[in-house]
């Protein structure tokens, strides 16, 4: 016997176990289509909600079934195990934060099987994100970062083979034209759908446009943003009848004849029904089924045997001249034969919003559903931001010690973006497992605050104390401040630019000693804490009776500022008590705005910008929709719940303040409004140029029986036709137009909720004739709407006692610590300015609104010339500064790897030129960056990648797309460049960067300390 | 490289695919135990009804989940994966009519992998017949049929690994001491049951009882029917909490730290909890766990995980002295390692009849539900008894071609025998499928015995035509004999002494000339058909209006007789119309038996027997009780349903005889009763010894909204002392006692149903006094009981509103062919004797009554003298007469094995001494047997086999057990005799066989033609 059949021997034993790992992942993987017949890619798939009706852990493991039989663990087993046998099985997996719990289960020898299965193509992944975004209510960082987590996880695990190449958004309610842009940056070369409009939907059935290039980015990214995408035609289920899930009623193939109930003609006939009922909607002669539904595949041997059934009787009609093909496809495969088409396809450059699955049945509720998880949503995703900033910054040379620290964050931010997470429609114990899993990262965050501290603020020898988070404080509840006389405050920007910050701070006592970093006084105010803040359950067991609030200037940028607080003993002369409403009008102004009360209604009747002089009248009233009560039999008996929202009416009720009261002091002037169950507070800070309204709505009233979806309505003088403006997830500003879709002709059936639009960060409204932009932005996503001209809506909070109906199968009717209605608090600001003016004012805003300075404190022991001199009291990130229009959005440092050597840091750093083209003269013009700003470590070299920072840029290779040109598409006077690897040049410096105006580049940096 | 490298290699890579297949199975195969521990056997297992609320095909293929999740398919594919991955899993298999199913869609790699996990015990087939059988209802014909198919295909497929070595009947309600006779013969070590009466169970649980020697047949055959058998803790079900099916509510194993709900702890404490609970009720230090239920594993994945994980965790505890240890096991293992004890057990020697599960839940109402069902059921055992001789006699050199006939009717009364199949407790559309398959049997034994014929009948070259079943005649419907002049019957009698029989046949016409086989007239009757008769829905389209009456005597053997009859010329003197009832009191008599009917009430007054001049008062009445009426959601309001009975009250409602009236004639004498909606028939034949009684009921009338349940009450003058006897599966009579257990003191609950025992084919009460024994014999499997004493009553049939809440979901509510309660007909045979003398009576009728001639017949176009010159009028299928205590059970051709010569056939072979010992003074004694019986073809030897004929008797060792001796044991005088390989003498014989009372000696013979 000789080598060769030795060799014959080998070849043979290795191929019955697994085949070598040679990678023929891609395109090139895809199974063979026959190019005379119509092809119908099968796609097996499960849709793994990262959490909803259950939490992710219990969808992990399969447990609390009796709520609903889902088992991720026992999905991926199964289909791993089916895949191993059949070299041309397919299946796409999605959701990396079910995968990568399953994955770090497994031993190697699995893995090695499963990577198998990755490099031929076997187990495509698709989408990749950690889970599968809400698009509504959904920030574009906290986007980015979910995908990254995802993506990241899988090139570090899959290498290229890994990379999805197909966004897969098939469930979430309504689709941004945001999502799309991030997607085609994301390096993806296709997206597919299954919900929007019904009459869109219908539309498009008709017309075969199905399939079209979404243009992500048309005025600013323009070519970069365009995505080839699909809507399915079964939503991401099967034809009719044809589930094959264990314990499907769906008939099974039954082809033994011997047996009764022999079932394969009928089968196979209804079969090729469906298939030309679906092709006959599309252009192309290959179409897509998805073979699969939600957690199905639990057993996925009971898909596949009757898959590869039907698959085989089926074809077996090509000798009859069926001219129908089957064959085990993904939905890239299917990407790419639709790419080779080489046709012209329609373009699309609005979005998706508002979903309505029926006449009375639009899925704007949502926008608003749980505002407090939203809230804290937005909050943690500042925290973040800070936690892997001061990972990377304080941390470098241990920093892969402590990103597990960061990682507890991370994967609770990328499960509370998942599309029955922020979006508020799981149930309430899944939504209080998302709050504990971010309270769990904020825990985790402090210690590597805390390490980063220990390594940023020493001087000499001695360590900082650790100091803590308090994330209280909008319900004027910190336990070192309101119970220790010495407190330190390390306060961190996570900006690239110098921030200013008002700090509000719950105390006892009313005279306090306020130093800043130089040692100089800091001016303050203090104000009581209010009755109506005392009665939050949530604030139970807390003492402060004060607030002390004074300014913070010039916090460096990726800063640190220290702020010493001890109790005084000076006179009382900054306690600025509550006041009568005066008997007269009351106004409230500093040397930017003025805001006018009426003096019977102590409502706002008038506001001015004072620097323009522009006065326009403003009314602002809290007001109610009641919830329609339905009971879904059909779709006129519809409720109002957590995806939906229905009015009763169209007139919202407006709620009477029962009494108000003021505040006056140099710092902060305050009005303050008291409703039934509602307060307001509106407040003007020293030099600002905006208004803030805070509001605290709830418990709401249900003794009535009735649910009610609350409304900050802001009445103006202002005539915008109908036209008003909406951001998509805090970037790029959407127009709408009331009672109008920019694709078809509206039937409008539901006159409130059927304008209503997401608004992630701010809602603008604009009025050529005196000129004047009325901006309210929000510090987390609402629905809102100008439902009449010269109205701002802004739904802030909702307690329903019905279910929609659309599996939640619990009524949105949130309660607090004490068992009544939820109370939720948020804020509103409010600017008045020029048209062109405005665009600068709510993009500084709205940076500066999810990247607040964040405060660490601790109470001290040591005084106060002991600290200044052990401790740094000012530290700056930046050795340069960022030009005023760019940002730095990401700053996260990179576990290292352990092929590289262990001196080499890396990092992902993204900058954004956070203007839209043409949107502000100065500021949208392009940014030069220089990459070597930061200070506490030395880039020795870049490579720019693609925005989920997992594949470098150059080697993006995105399928074309020809689009119909479709007459009005602005030109784009910035070329994009692409950096390859950056080096240093003789001089030690790496070529500066350009920005474009809405670019994100996104680089992987390696440094060293 | 030289080739001892290589064979590394090769046994490597064989090693990581397949095992070589060395047979390691039996105990040998067994996971060890540790000594010093608590052991648990977990018992992975499914249960697979074989019909219930979906038919035997959609529960393999998974159809119809609609109504149930159940998809046997999937089961075996998933578990054999499982079983791959990893020597240590275990499984046990049950029900082979699914078994084989699947086995035949394999192809042979896979059946080389099943076959190494069977030979390393790894799957191990556990009771291993076709079907777990009913145990109230089924003939023991038939359970030996349906072991003896599911136990040869294991030993074809399998060889000896595959013999099941534990019964398994975890599911049945109630259980039968002639089982577990069977059970001990057919050579299991071991039984296994989850249900029986709670009282019981709780005095055995109280006592640690659980487990015992069961003693099948002290009487007659002793020790060979002894076996061990166990009651399992949770019925067939885990313990509370820890059912991990797919989908199940029970929290999984959770085991990650790092993921939310981690579990371990807290799971290992509730599983040594019930380790703990259920050990205490045993006697050793293994117990035994059934981890699985009804239809689960249809993802074996994720039961195993979980059990990997339990195993894992629990057994970790060891190391802090929990003294508990897991193991995958299997019920065979368990019984090995109780047979290790080597403990004295406690014997039983009454059966489980009736199982109460709990006060007013008395599961007695099955042993009669679906009486048509279950008359089509032991009819259908009849014929395919005879498709089986004949096939054998006539087909012998074609035998195995044919064999794919007779296998139609052998699955199809395979599956009937289930325990919700001729139980009566399926739904309705499953009992449809049962009955239209053993339909299908019959139409596929007749071409079966067609071919037989033509091998048999030609004298000549011609063949005969094709003949037909009738076997609607009950209801007076044949196509054949009602519209054609000149009829040929062939009929066949498949017992092993010469038979008569009456035949009626519906006819037009009262004038026949009927031929015997020798060509002489014989003597006929014609009689009207009803018009009780005529009513009947299912008789639509029947235009006979007679019917024609005859004996045929001395049908040979295994043989057969030709009857020719065509329309007559003479007179019509052989015509009794019907004529009114007397206006006396009326007798019918012949010289053995006489009947008394009162003249006023029309009904049965008196029964004498002539030759002994034993003359009873005797009354009949057609009665019937009211279901009660409940909503099942506690024990009082228990509904009488399909498997329950329970009166509303004590007292049934007699029924009055509306009309009557008689037929008299010489070769038989008919006394007509009609109810409202019933009628009934005493029917004495000339020289017969019993009255026949012909019973006919329905539409039960529900039109008052409530079910009833009709009885034929017998009230005779015995005193009988709460007394009275019923068969056993109608092989051994088990005495009974009102209001009475053997092994507990009864607290009697239910005085009607809890006196309630399986009537499988007789039933009789004895008075010492004037030495008397009345018995009744039925046709079909009837609950019977004597409720006071000198009555015996049994259900015939019944029809109920409501459902009893046991899983069927549907009322007791068959319909007929006009959508109208269901009519069915039956029979019950009187028999008045000494005591002494009965037992000959009932072993002979009840022998005939299973075993009658079958007729074959067909209209004909030649003549009759050119018939009796072509074809044989007489065959005769035995050279030698049997004794008359012994018959041939089975006489069944094995298909050849591809192994053996072409030349060598085989059959099966079992001859029944079917007497009991001490019964009757002759019969009672040994009977010896000579095997060359047979008159088509020679036999060149045989070998005993057990009573599945799937081992040789020589090899069987079954495991031992010490029983406590119970004092009243009986002397058994006779001793079995065991033969090894029978080869012919020098004088070309073979030895004789040697049969004790209640024997059946299973031969395998080889023969040729």
Known sequence: MDVYILGLLLVFCLGAQARPSQPECGYDSCNPIKEDMLNVHLVPHTHDDVGWLKTVDQYYYGDRNDIQNAGVQYIIDSVVQELLKDPSKRFIYVEIAFFARWWREQDEAMRDQVRMLVNQGRLEFILGGWCMNDEASTHYNAIIDQHTLGLRFLSENFAECGR?????????????????????????????????????????????NMEFVWKGSPNSLGETANLFTGVLFNGYGPPGGFNWNQGSGDDPMMDDKRLHDYNVEKRVDEFLKAVQDQAKHYRSRDIMMTMGSDFEYQNAHTWYKNLDKLIHYVNARQQNGSGVNLLYSTPSCYTFQQNHLNQIWNGKDDDFFPYASSAHTFWTGYFTSRPALKGYVRQSNNYLQVCKQLDTIGNYRTGWMTSSGVEVLKEAMGVAQHHDAVSGTEKQHVANDYAERLSNGYKSCENVTNMALKRLLPRFQQEPPNLQFCTLTNISKCEITENYDKVVLEVYNPLGVDSDTWVRLPVNGTVFDVFSFTGDAIPYQVIPVTSETKKIPERKGTYAQNELIFQLTGISPLGLQTVWIQKGKGDNSSYTPFKAFPSADFTMQNKLVSLTFDHITKQVKEMENLQISLKIPLHQKLMHYFGFSGNNSKDEFRASGAYCFRPNSTEPKTMMVQSAYIVQGDLVQEVHQVFPWASQVFRLYKDANNVEVEWTVGPIDISDKSGKEVISRYDTSLQNGGVFYTDANGREIQERKRNYRKTWNLNQTEPVAGNYYPVNSRIFIRDPAPDAQFTVLTDRSQGGSSVNDGQIELMVHRRLLHDDSFGVGEPLNETGADGKGLVVRGKHYLVLDTIKNSARQHRLIGLWLYRQPVIMLTNVSMDREQWYTQFNTQVSGLNTLLPENVHILTLEMIPPNPLTPISLRQAIVRLEH???????????????????????????????????????????????????????????????????????????????????????????IDFNG
């Open 164 to 208: 999805p190449r197909t966004a897969w958004q098939v469930d979430p309610f309504g689709h941004s034209r945001e999502q799309a842009s991030l997607f085609a940056q994301l390096g993806y070369d296709s997206l597919f759908f299954g919900r929007l409009d019904y009459q869109d939907k219908n539309k498009r059935l008709n017309e075969s």
């Open 914 to 1004: 956070f203007y839209e083209n043409g949107e502000d003269e100065e500021m949208s013009k392009p940014a030069i960056v220089d990459l070597q700003m930061f200070g506490f470590f030395n880039i020795t070299g870049a490579v720019e990648m693609t925005l989920g920072a997992n594949m470098m840029l150059k080697d993006l290779n995105r399928l074309q797309w020809r689009v119909m040109p479709s007459g009005d598409e602005p030109a784009i006077p910035y070329e994009r460049q692409t950096y390859r690897e950056l080096k240093l040049d003789s001089k030690g410096k790496l070529p500066q960067i350009t920005l474009n105006p809405m670019e994100i580049k996104t680089f992987i």
